[in-house]
């Protein structure tokens, strides 16, 4: 049983984070910790003294500790002591960002609407040199003369609808990435060293700087919005790593044109 | 599982010993509303909040303390636990005065104190340099310092 309490069931959360190794939890309890000093409930435990940096063995304190950051806990002691559930979470940042939802979506989707206005939101800081690498970064086959001036939300979607889980798997590493960068000062830790950390490092400068620039904004949705926005982000990454592995695919072992021949057939189709 | 504000409230005053009168300066009202309240009235929305804010602190001071962190409001840890240990101290004292046959010890003005310390903390949190607690939570700031009048 956790010292802080969790909320049960909370399907959305608490099945795949108990899948992660700690590598992957360390952005995670990184936000949680580093963003809440002497006020982190989840450092003040024993499980955290005891296990960290094995984040893995105290896992369900990390998720307790989410789901207390959504909800206003002053209220919820007098209800039993426990946050909200990751859907309620997102379903909030979802609305603080101003993103369309429809009641009942799945939660993959909402967390790939939030990454697609994350990124977007960033694409107005960024200069044409900068949208066009990220571009080519998802998109290799997209040439510089299809940078659209808008951002390219329908090429995008096109390409993560034929690209499948890899574009959506490498468009949450970017976001996700980026805003550990800004926020933590490091990337995503559990990629380092592999094939598709050299891929994202060519192009993080770009979205890099995009985000960072987004800090202020997440400052002025409140307090709590620093760490939840990084959370649901890097939560959305992981949950996409997972439907990659459960599907057979090794996204360590991912090159930057994975996924790129099936894309093409329908993006000519689209855009030509 | 939720448990009524109305027993909620008749259950500290029981279980401390506070006269309607002392819980009632703790949330800011007349022994009179104290009274109503336990018979199930529904409190002004200007009390839901001290109220919520008081029992959370009787109730699980680090708990509030917490809380308050991911809202943004830096507090003190070292002052925030003398207060909570006069909170915690009261509870347990009931607890460990029953195990050994002692009468139940009059814990309320300690009780009544630990929660004052404990709101001033939080309201001198807002006189402190916090660009984000001053502009998040300014109504709070206000809630509290005017339950510290």
């Given at each position: 049983m956790s010292e802080i309490k969790l909320r049960e069931p909370d399907t959305d959360l608490i099945s795949l984070l108990r899948k992660c190794n700690s590598e992957e939890l360390d952005n995670l309890v990184g936000y949680l910790t580093q963003k809440g000093g002497v006020s982190s409930q989840l450092k003040s435990t024993k499980a955290y003294r005891r296990w960290h940096p094995d984040h893995s063995k105290y896992v369900d304190e990390i998720i307790a500790e989410i789901q207390k950051y959504g909800g206003n806990t002053i209220f919820n002691i007098v209800r039993g002591g426990v946050g909200v559930t990751y859907r309620d979470i997102v379903l909030k940042v979802a609305s603080r960002l101003k993103v369309k939802t429809v009641k009942g979506d799945p939660i993959d989707r909402i967390e790939q609407q939030i990454l697609m206005k994350v990124l977007e939101k960033s694409w107005e800081k960024m200069t044409d040199t900068e949208k066009k690498t990220l571009i080519e970064g998802i998109m290799?086959?997209?040439?510089?003369?299809?940078?659209?001036?808008?951002?390219p939300t329908a090429l995008l979607q096109t390409g993560i609808i034929a690209g499948g889980g890899i574009v959506s798997y490498k468009l949450s590493l970017i976001v996700a990435g980026a805003v550990a960068r800004a926020s933590l000062e490091r990337g995503i830790t559990f990629i380092a060293g592999t094939s598709v950390a050299r891929w994202s490092a060519a192009f993080a400068g770009a979205v890099g700087l995009g985000i960072a620039a987004l800090w202020t904004l997440f400052d002025v949705l409140g307090p709590a919005y620093r760490v939840l926005i990084p959370c649901v982000l890097h939560i959305a990454m992981l949950r996409q790593l997972y439907a990659l592995k459960a599907s057979g695919v090794d996204p360590q072992k991912?090159?930057?044109?994975?996924?790129q021949s099936a894309r093409r057939g329908i993006l000519f189709r689209k855009f030509s | 599982m939720e448990i009524a504000l109305s027993e909620e409230i008749a259950a500290i005053r029981a279980r401390y010993g506070l006269s309607l009168a002392q819980f009632g300066s703790l949330v800011g009202a007349p022994a009179t509303s104290v009274k109503r309240w336990e018979a199930g009235v529904d409190p002004r929305e200007q009390f839901f909040f001290q109220l919520y804010l008081v029992v959370g602190l009787i109730k699980n001071p680090d708990e509030v303390f917490y809380d308050l962190g991911r809202q943004g409001i830096p507090l003190d840890k070292a002052q925030w636990d003398v207060f909570a240990a006069l909170v915690k101290g009261a509870d347990r004292s009931i607890d460990v005065s029953a195990q050994i046959g002692?009468?139940?010890?009059?814990v309320g003005q300690a009780l009544v104190t630990g929660i004052r310390g404990l709101l001033t903390l939080i309201a001198g949190s807002f006189a402190a340099k916090n660009a984000l607690g001053e502009k998040v939570s300014a109504s709070l700031a206000t809630r509290i310092a005017t339950l510290l009048k």
């Open positions: 290799p086959e997209t040439g510089a003369d299809d940078l659209p001036k808008e951002f991912m090159t930057a044109d994975a996924g | 002692l009468d139940s010890p009059e």
